[in-house]
């Protein structure tokens, strides 16, 4: 069984990677110190301070807007993208999220040339597989596994086990399946005391029971009618 022993190793390594990714997805700029000591070998190290030049259109605004300083966060805005898709990308987006992630130090580009965001064509050759790559092209076909969170105020990246999955967490107090669920429970609550709020004013209400009363002899009046025509 020695094979299949391998394949689920492959597989919970594929998962922990996964999971890595839905944590570099949900990264705050504060945060990166730390997931950078927790995974050292997920991006190449000087991959992390590289800072691209931004695009060589003269639309200053476009550039401040949309052009984050470093290739992190562009990385990070790509994959956040696939995640919203659940991984159903382009082949485009594909090649893309691939090229993105290198050692800026083994490219062999030329230091007074542009500093480009994404490897291209000729350039793939130096791009070395990390991590990262393998569980990018794993995703793609494990689509159903990459979910964002349901609760509202959550909405964080997260890798699911099993299909029905819909919080980033489950179990325990603070867990988003939780919280969800005691809004869901506060709303159904509110709704339930309204609607009996409003039948017990029905019932004690004087105008309301007179109304009743007279509702009930005029039919009774009518069934009477009724009975005397036959
Ligand atoms: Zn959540």
Redesign the pocket.
């Known amino acids: 069984m020695r094979r299949s022993d391998t394949s689920w190793d492959e597989q919970q390594k594929l998962l922990a990677d996964a999971k890595t990714l839905a944590e570099f997805a949900n990264l705050t700029p504060e945060g990166v110190e730390s997931f950078r000591k927790a995974h050292r070998d997920f991006f190449p190290v000087s991959w992390w301070t590289y800072k691209p030049d931004p695009p060589s259109d003269d639309d200053s605004m476009f550039r401040a807007m949309h052009w984050p300083d470093m290739q992190w966060q562009i990385v990070q805005r790509l994959i956040r993208d696939a995640w919203r898709k659940s991984f159903q990308i382009s082949t485009a987006g594909f090649v893309t999220l691939l090229g993105t992630v290198f050692d800026p130090e083994k490219m062999g580009w030329d230091e007074t040339k542009e500093r480009l965001p994404v490897a291209m064509g000729w350039d793939m050759i130096n791009v070395k597989d990390c991590p990262y790559h393998t569980v990018v092209r794993w995703l793609v076909g494990q689509s159903w596994r990459v979910k964002q969170?349901?609760?509202e105020k959550?909405?964080?990246c997260?890798v699911a086990e099993y299909p029905k999955r819909l919080?980033?967490?489950n179990d325990g107090d603070t867990?988003?399946f939780w919280?969800h669920r005691k809004i869901d429970k506060h709303e159904g609550w509110k709704e339930n005391a309204e609607q009996m709020n409003k039948s017990r004013r029905d019932d004690y209400d004087p105008k309301e029971r007179r109304r009743r009363y007279l509702r009930d002899k005029k039919r009774e009046a009518y069934a009477r009618r009724n009975a005397k025509r036959r």
């Open positions: 969170c349901r609760y959550c909405r964080r997260f919080y980033c967490t867990s988003c919280a």
